[in-house]
Structures are given as structure tokens and as C-alpha cells.
């Protein structure tokens, strides 16, 4: 993600509450948005976001399987928040929240060649999610995560993430 200017999420507090505030407050700097602002990389960037998503629509109308993935990781590309961010994308580019959930989950398990996870059948290992709001109907309701299971295990509350945003 380019950082053209203040992001919204920038105030959002499960975003705060985790994030390296040194990285952002570099990113908040006015000086460094302007640089960002101007720079040619930056706004061919912003192009071919805009291709890529027309791309991803077009793709998925054809049948082409879709496997979630994203840069976070890196500093500015803040892991565990840019996923939400990268659904949201997916849902502006038409895709539905079957589709998303489908690609962050049995279509991304199955590009890894990882059979035994992905989706929840016999004789595959548990990893799941609860939420208190349908992600089925909006894909921004996976925000309302109430808890995570990994191996048909609940993972302790103290254990969860603590920056995921929620509704």
C-alpha cells in the first residue's frame, strides 16, 4: 500500500494498538506524504491497483480460482490489519463474500498444495473462525472475530491477536 496521504485507519485503535507507532509516525509525517505525493512510482502504483482489480473480476467471472494473498509483513504493511484491508479491495472489485472467504481459505490451501486444511470436512485439520456478525452478508463483518480454533482447539483469548479491528 501506497501512503499518499492520512490513511483512515491511522486513527482506527485496534490499528494503533499494535502497530509500530515509530513506522507511523514516519508515515504520518507531511514531508514524507508530499515525497509519496509526487513520486512517479507511487502514482503508477495507484494505476495499476485499479488495473489489478478489474483484472481480479474479470478473472473470477471467468472461473479462474482465486487464492488470497498479501504483502503484509514488511514495515508499513502491517500484518494481521492488511488482510481485512485486502477483503475490502476484493469486495470494491465485485467480488461477492463467498468468493473472498473461498480464496482466504480453501482456494489459498489448495494453491499450497495444503490438502489437509482449508475448509472444515472429515478428516481435515479444525482451524476456524467465529464471528459475531455474518461475514456471508459483508465481508467487513469479519471484523467482529469472537474467536479463533486451531486444531478444533479454542485459542485462549490471551493469545489472539489484539489489533483486529472490529465493527
Not at 455474518?134 to 478444533?152: M, Q, Y
Request: aromatic fraction near 10%; charge should be positive.
Amino acid at each position: 500500500m501506497i501512503f499518499l496521504s492520512s490513511q483512515c485507519f491511522f486513527s482506527d485503535p485496534f490499528f494503533i494498538k499494535e502497530a509500530d507507532l515509530d513506522v507511523l509516525k514516519e508515515l504520518k509525517d507531511p514531508t514524507k506524504q508530499k515525497r509519496m505525493a509526487q513520486n512517479k512510482a507511487a502514482q503508477q502504483y495507484k494505476k495499476a491497483l485499479e488495473t489489478a482489480s478489474k483484472n481480479l473480476k474479470i478473472l473470477s467471472d471467468a472461473g479462474v480460482s482465486i487464492a488470497f494473498g498479501t504483502d503484509s509483513g514488511p514495515p508499513a504493511r502491517f500484518q494481521g490489519y492488511f488482510e481485512y484491508i485486502e477483503m475490502d479491495l476484493m469486495a470494491k472489485a465485485g467480488l461477492g463474500p463467498y468468493q473472498i472467504l473461498l480464496s482466504a481459505t480453501g482456494n489459498a490451501a489448495r494453491c499450497l498444495q495444503l490438502y489437509e486444511v482449508g475448509t472444515l470436512s472429515a478428516g481435515k485439520w479444525a482451524d476456524f473462525n467465529v464471528f459475531t456478525k455474518s461475514p456471508w452478508e459483508n465481508i467487513s463483518n469479519t471484523r467482529s472475530l469472537e474467536s479463533v480454533w486451531v486444531a478444533g482447539n479454542r485459542v485462549p483469548a490471551r493469545d489472539m491477536p489484539t489489533n483486529l479491528p472490529t465493527s
